[in-house]
């Protein structure tokens, strides 16, 4: 059977641009591995009307509702090769077999790696944070909080991050604030550590402080860091797709109704967007769905 698109990733993008595939009344199928990069989390916050909830339980809400479209399909599978093909593409399954569809969405999300501190993997996602947004009012007013620096956005980081508690920004050797970046974090209260963060203190997933090179040992909460990003999937890659620099990686370049540079091909959510959100995921992957809907039309005129 060949479907009119085959979206591979069933998190928030991916499952957003099947409903609206769904309600074309087009056929579908999501590949989905069960293993989202927001499968850390506790609990979403920020999503209107998700708020709270845990990101596996939302996903299961939305797939219940996706089935009942029928010409929804779901495969829990991972596609470990993308050809095009006549037609349209083929994808390769890792537990063997093959499927093609006219058109991909690929919302195949994003692989974290943090900066090599032992014990922030541990944390991640409970006390070791990326956004403020997303967890920052759970942390409680008051509280003391760390900013570790990977790159030069770290002084944005730790002025945006004041507004949820008071903040110290370790620098890491890796980083030194400019003058104008100096001023900021002045303005905004922001303490500075020079001396790197060499371990992380309390039980985990609990943080009570951080310890430095120099021995000193600082109190902090939850600890806020942007960590390097990487293509969850080789499918974008394969095909050909162009890349783009972003704020921590690499990402998939799209248009505003998210084709990247490969005809037939779209491309929503952490992998294809420079800000990585719930909202802004789900939103992207309603705007390829409709992009994707729109090219099956106006390729059906064209072959009149």
């Not at 069960?34 to 939305?62: C, K, M, W, Y």
């Not at 509280?143 to 980081?157: D, E, F, I, K």
């Not at 980083?175 to 790197?196: H, N």
Request: charged residues 20%.
């Amino acid at each position: 059977m060949q479907h009119d698109v085959i979206i591979v990733g069933g998190s928030f993008a991916g499952l957003s641009a099947a409903m609206q595939l769904a309600r074309a009344r087009r056929r579908v199928l999501v590949i989905d591995t069960g293993l989202p990069s927001n499968r850390f989390a506790v609990a979403s916050h920020g999503f209107l009307g998700q708020d709270g909830r845990t990101p596996a339980a939302i996903r299961d809400e939305a797939r219940r509702q996706l089935a009942a479209y029928p010409t929804v399909t779901f495969i829990d599978d991972e596609a470990i090769k993308a050809e095009r093909a006549e037609d349209g593409f083929l994808l390769a399954l890792r537990g063997g077999g093959q499927e093609k569809g006219r058109l991909l969405v690929l919302a195949t999300g994003l692989r974290d790696e943090l900066p090599p501190i032992p014990g922030l993997a541990e944390r991640w996602g409970r006390t070791v944070l990326h956004c403020p947004y997303c967890h920052g009012y759970e942390i409680g007013e008051g509280r003391s909080l760390g900013v570790l620096a990977n790159g030069p956005h770290a002084a944005h980081q730790a002025a945006l991050v004041v507004d949820w508690g008071a903040v110290t920004l370790f620098t890491q050797s890796i980083f030194e604030p400019d003058a104008e970046q100096r001023t900021l974090l002045e303005a905004r209260g922001v303490a500075i550590e020079r001396s790197p963060v060499t371990a992380l203190v309390g039980d985990a997933p609990n943080l009570e402080a951080v310890r430095l090179a120099d021995g000193k040992v600082v109190r902090v909460d939850a600890l806020f860091t942007a960590p390097t990003i990487h293509m969850a999937s080789p499918l974008a890659d394969q095909l050909g797709c162009a890349f783009e620099d972003g704020p921590m990686g690499l990402m998939i370049k799209v248009d505003p109704m998210k084709e990247t540079s490969v005809p037939g091909v779209f491309a929503a959510g952490d992998a294809a967007s420079p800000m990585h959100n719930a909202t802004l995921a789900s939103a992207a992957g309603v705007m390829a769905g409709v992009g994707a809907h729109r090219s099956l039309i106006m390729e059906a005129v064209a072959q009149r």
